[in-house]
C-alpha cells in the first residue's frame, strides 16, 4: 500500500530505520545467498560488465552501497580500490566484515557510513575513476539534481559515472499486467509505503515498516548529470528486470521477462557519463 503526499520531515530517519532493520534479514537470505556469494559468484548484471569495462587498475566508489555484495564484486574484477557508501551502518559494518572474510585489507576494499548528499566529506580519496550506482538506489533521494552534483564531484578527470536502474516507466504501470497506466509518470510528491517484510523475504516479520521513495524521470536523470558537466556517453533501455515487479513477468535466463507474446517495453536502463 502507498500514497502520496508532501515529503514527511523524517523521511530520512524513516528509511535508515527501514534499511538497518532489513540488514540481518538481507544476510541471512536466499536471495543475496552470501555462502554463494563468497564461494565465488558473481553478483554483477552482464549488460554492466560489459558497458564498465575493465576496470583492472582503477578505483571505484560504489554510492548507495548496501551490504556490499556488487562493490566487492568489482574488487574481484580487478578494480585497484573499491569504496562503498551507506546510510545504514549495520549495512557498512557486514560489508566491511564481508571483505575481511575475502582476504580485502581497507586499503583494497573500504566501506563508509554516510548519507549519499554528503559522500564528498565522508569519503577517503576526493576523487575516483568510475562513480558507480547500483540498481534501486535513485527512489530514496527526493533531490536528484543535488545527487547528480554530488556524484559528478567524485568523479576523477577522464573517468565516468555509471548508472544501473529500473526504468521509471515501469512505476506508472499496474502491477498485475504491466501494461495499463494508473499512476502519474511525472509525480513529484513523496510515496510513503506501508508494508513489512522485504523484497528477499516477503514473510519476513518487521517493524519498521513505512519507506518514503521518490520517482524520476528518465529525462530528469539525464539532464541533471548533464548539468553537472558530464557529458553522456551512452543510455541503454533493457527490456529485462530483476525481481517479478509485475505479476505477468516470467524468469528466463536469470532475469524476469514480459511473456514472449507480449510487446516489450523498458523494465530498466543503464548509463555512462564521462569527466573531461
Known amino acids: 500500500m502507498h500514497r502520496s503526499i508532501p515529503a514527511p520531515a523524517d523521511w530520512r530517519e524513516a528509511n535508515r530505520d527501514h534499511w538497518d532493520e532489513r540488514v540481518p534479514v538481507h544476510v541471512a537470505s536466499d ?41 566487492l564484486s568489482w574488487a574481484r ?46 569519503v577517503p580519496e576526493p576523487s575516483y575513476d568510475i562513480v558507480y550506482t547500483g540498481v534501486g538506489a535513485l527512489c530514496w533521494l527526493p533531490d536528484i539534481r543535488r545527487w547528480a552534483e554530488t556524484a559528478a564531484s567524485l568523479v576523477a578527470p577522464g573517468g565516468f559515472l555509471y548508472l544501473a536502474e529500473f526504468h521509471p516507466l515501469t512505476d506508472a504501470l499496474d502491477s498485475e499486467t504491466g501494461s495499463r497506466i494508473v499512476h502519474d509518470y511525472f509525480a513529484r510528491d513523496a510515496q510513503v509505503y506501508e508494508y513489512s517484510g522485504t523484497y528477499a523475504d516477503e514473510d519476513a516479520n518487521t517493524h519498521h515498516n513505512r519507506s518514503v521513495q521518490w520517482q524520476h524521470p528518465l529525462g530528469e536523470v539525464v539532464s541533471a548529470l548533464a548539468a553537472a558537466g558530464l557529458r553522456i556517453e551512452f543510455l541503454n533501455e533493457h527490456d529485462v528486470s530483476l525481481f517479478r515487479q ?21 523494465l530498466m536502463y543503464s548509463l555512462r557519463a564521462a569527466k573531461a
Open 246 to 266: 509485475f505479476e505477468a513477468l516470467e524468469q528466463r535466463d536469470g532475469y524476469f521477462r514480459l511473456p514472449a507474446d507480449r510487446p516489450r517495453i523498458p
Open 77 to 122: 574484477r580487478g578494480a585497484a580500490r573499491v569504496v562503498g557508501l551507506d546510510f545504514s551502518v549495520p549495512a557498512v559494518a557486514t560489508a566491511g566484515r564481508l571483505a575481511a572474510e575475502l582476504g580485502y585489507g581497507p586499503e583494497r576494499a573500504a566501506f563508509v557510513a554516510s548519507d549519499v548528499y554528503e559522500a564528498a566529506a565522508a
Open 31 to 71: 536471495f543475496y545467498d552470501l555462502d554463494g556469494f563468497r564461494a565465488g559468484r558473481d553478483v554483477l548484471r552482464d549488460f554492466e560488465i560489459a558497458e564498465v569495462g575493465d576496470v583492472r587498475d582503477k578505483s571505484l566508489l560504489h554510492l548507495q552501497c548496501h551490504i556490499g555484495l556488487d562493490t
